[in-house]
């Protein structure tokens, strides 16, 4: 990761017309990675969410394909050891056996899991959730989502997935269902759906590989925290087109009021350990 800080200006001018007063939590109070956050029905998270799904397609991704079966749960566990015990996986990253392994480290009693289905019918989700919970080796999920919505009308082509999985909380099979979305049409979607319990937003202050700039998302991700839903910021780095401008991004994401966590995808503890260390500074606003 490049460790270059670029000026605070640059950053604010993404930002448009927007004020502190206007986007920005009261962030006197420093916030760390592990910090425990409670979500609406009593999941409980981590602030920082150990992604596994950079660039990831096809059943791999950068930390399955260049950690390996040994390397990632390696990881995992020592961000564990740092308090971050929020997972993030997804069945398109192929990493649910490398959490499985992380699991036998630590105890799949002590980590909530986050993942990401692409299935649209009733069918294809009852299938994903029997397959998810063998490969994970587990019983449970705690965070279910539908993956990547693109089409503002998910609520009607998902109608199916959706069934499946409000069946599943109510079973104790999964204990909170929900988007990941990809355009600013299902992001206004998912605000707007009764369903959806939480969301997995792209927000960055540059703009970058979101759904739209800053301006145009946050309010809509102030709409669904209004509402009681959860919100878990992503893409903070723009998919590392912004490595450039670690201490911006942190300080910008760590200082909304419309997220409750983050996740960010690590390609070795070093870079997990310096976003670790920036942490409590670059969320004390002056």
């Known amino acids: 990761m490049n460790r270059r800080d670029f000026l605070k200006a640059s950053s604010l001018a993404a930002l448009g017309a927007c004020s502190f007063t206007d986007i920005f939590a009261d962030t006197a109070k420093q ?31 950068n930390q399955t394909r260049q950690l390996g079966i ?25 990493s649910h ?33 029997d397959r998810f919970r063998r490969e994970l080796g587990t019983d449970y999920i705690d965070i279910l989502l539908l993956h990547c ?14 069934d499946v999985l409000s069946e599943a909380r109510e079973a104790g099979i999964i204990k909170m269902h929900g988007t990941s ?17 939480i969301d997995l937003a792209r927000i960055n202050p540059a703009g970058a590989v979101m759904d739209a700039g800053p301006n145009d998302v946050i309010p809509v991700l102030r ?28 300080r910008f ?16 503890y070093g870079q997990f350990a310096e976003v670790s260390k920036k942490f409590p500074a670059l969320s004390a606003r002056t």
């Open 31 to 61: 916030k760390a990675v592990s910090d425990i956050v409670t979500l609406g029905p009593g999941v409980k998270i981590s602030r920082l969410a150990m992604g596994t799904g950079t660039q990831g397609m096809g059943g791999s991704s």
């Open 70 to 94: 040994k390397g990632l749960p390696d990881m995992l566990q020592a961000a564990f050891d740092s308090g971050v015990f929020f997972w993030d996986s997804a069945d398109q990253y192929g």
């Open 97 to 129: 056996p490398y959490l499985k392994e992380g699991f036998k480290r630590v105890g799949r009693d002590k980590i909530t899991v986050l993942t990401k289905t692409h299935a649209t019918t009733a069918a294809e989700m009852k299938s994903d959730l």
């Open 149 to 162: 919505m693109t089409d503002p009308n998910w609520p009607q082509i998902k109608s199916g997935a959706m």
């Open 181 to 197: 979305c990809h355009t600013m049409g299902a992001l206004k979607a998912a605000a707007a759906s009764d369903w959806v319990q």
């Open 223 to 250: 709409d669904m925290k209004s509402k009681g839903k959860a919100v878990i910021g992503m893409k903070i780095f723009g998919a590392g087109r912004l490595t450039d401008k670690i201490d911006d991004c942190l």
């Open 253 to 268: 994401a760590l200082g909304l009021d419309c997220i409750d966590a983050m996740t960010i995808g690590f390609e070795n």
